[in-house]
């Protein structure tokens, strides 16, 4: 983890955002694209991702071999929810973790939780995906998607090498297609792609984030997200 960039590092948060103001779209309306409902909530934000995010992750099937279709699990996630997810994840670490320092705690959270004040998905520019192969069934990459680091062995981080040959072929095509849509992979989870927010920016070098954290009022049928200074 010591050579890896996590969302705990300070740089990310001090990315500036310069919001474009795009609205949440609905991917279950976007035929070319399959929406799992293994993160499904009654209001339906986990199949919403920002309109320049949805056409990125139109060109990302485009890019992949005949036969095979995306499957977005999860895209936007409500802030609330994101630190309740976090502080839960804290006490995990904590409870299993007793000794270590407060700090640590929180880096080693993050390589599974974004701290909210950071978190790509409240921002509608994060994608949770895997794929569905030639035969119609999902493929394996190895775990499952949401697999922790603790309880996968570190199978999850997208270069793991304790995963088999297939996986790791898998885990090749799924790269080659988000990056042909233009999103950067979070390392610790090879499902984990984003586009326009705070770790986007930082990783190519962009000198602003193009979106910043949405509040569920916002940014949704036509409604403007606001503007970061």
Known sequence: MTDMVLLSDERIAAVPVRDRGEPLVDLRTVGELEVDDLQADPDGWYARVRAGVAERLRTAQRALPAGYRLVVVEGYRPPELQRRYFDEHVARLTERYGGLPARLVRERASAYIAPPEVAPHPTGGAVDVTLRGPDGSLC???????????????ACYTDAPNICARSSANRATLRAAMAAGGFVNYPTEWWHWSYGERYWAFVTGAASARYGPLAPAWGVDGVPPPRHA
């Open 140 to 154: 394996w990459l190895g775990t499952e998607v949401n697999a922790s680091p603790e309880d996968s062995d570190g």
